[in-house]
């Protein structure tokens, strides 16, 4: 890649968007650094060409034209990527305005939404204990009763494992934990019926809504 090929802002998020498609950490990484030498926002690298070619790579393989090796491919050129933009977005010198407790549910491995919205949840002064990936019901429970979060946060992708975040939000009642904390749930197939559905205290699209949700829900406004 030579600097002429990417004079414009344009030609940048096309860039890393064709990157992330191909599967190309190098391309996609000398992209987004590109992106951020030029002034591009960090949010904008991340929403206007990352996730749009997430969002392809998923019809592609929806319609049998990508398998899971380009699948796992194109996420790992966005987590490079990731790894470049997560400290822009970071803000850890505020003293923090609440806890949350955040996990991909048990059965469920994707986490770049997941890390996404961690990313933009510290950004606007939580602090975030991450439990990670394939989280079962009683280790969401464990991390309430250790950390006693304001919120926690369920991701999940796939219609198999949507179905644990009900199972969860059972198992914190069955603890007597329910009162105490905020759910909040994500993920690509899940929508705000769903969360009604379930019993969550709210659904958010993006990370940015994730963030803002949180606060409305907690009642914080700064
Ligand atoms: C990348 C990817 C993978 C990667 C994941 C890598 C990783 N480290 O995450 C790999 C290759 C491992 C993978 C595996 C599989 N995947 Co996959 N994957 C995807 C893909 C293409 C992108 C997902 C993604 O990361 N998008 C980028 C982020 C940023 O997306 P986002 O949704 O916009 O995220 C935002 C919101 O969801 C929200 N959010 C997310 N979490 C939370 C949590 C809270 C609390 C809140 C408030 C908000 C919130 O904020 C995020 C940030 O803005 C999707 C397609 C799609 N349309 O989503 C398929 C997709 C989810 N996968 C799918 C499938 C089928 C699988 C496999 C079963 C494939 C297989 N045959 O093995 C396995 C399952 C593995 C498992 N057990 O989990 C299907 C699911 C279909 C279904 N109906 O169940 C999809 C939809 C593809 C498709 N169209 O068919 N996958």
Do not use: W
Request: aromatic share 4%; net charge negative.
């Amino acid at each position: 890649m030579n600097g002429a090929t990417l004079s414009s802002r344009e030609d940048i998020l096309a860039r890393i968007h064709d990157c992330v498609l191909d599967g190309d950490p190098t391309g996609a990484t000398e992209g987004t650094r590109a992106g951020l030498e030029a002034d591009i926002e960090a949010m904008a690298l991340v929403y206007e060409s990352m996730v749009p070619a997430l969002r392809e790579v998923g019809r592609r393989f929806e319609a049998g034209e990508y398998f899971l090796p380009e699948m796992l491919m194109s996420a790992n050129a966005m987590q490079a990527c990731m790894d470049l933009v997560r400290p822009l977005l970071a803000d850890s010198a505020r003293k923090p305005i609440g806890t949350f407790v955040m996990g991909t549910v048990a059965g469920d491995i994707h986490d770049i939404g997941k890390n996404l919205c961690n990313a933009m949840l510290e950004s606007t002064g939580f602090k975030v204990i991450d439990l990670g990936v394939n989280v079962p019901a009683d280790a969401f429970v464990e991390a309430i009763t250790a950390h006693e979060p304001d919120a926690v946060g369920m991701s999940a992708f796939l219609t198999t494992t949507m179905r644990e975040i009900g199972r969860n939000i059972g198992a914190i009642e069955d603890a007597g934990l329910r009162d105490r904390v905020k759910i909040l749930v994500g993920g690509a197939l899940l929508d705000q019926a769903y969360a009604d559905e379930v019993g969550a205290d709210g659904y958010a699209p993006d990370a940015n809504s994730a963030a803002r949700l949180t606060k409305e829900v907690l009642g914080i406004d700064d």
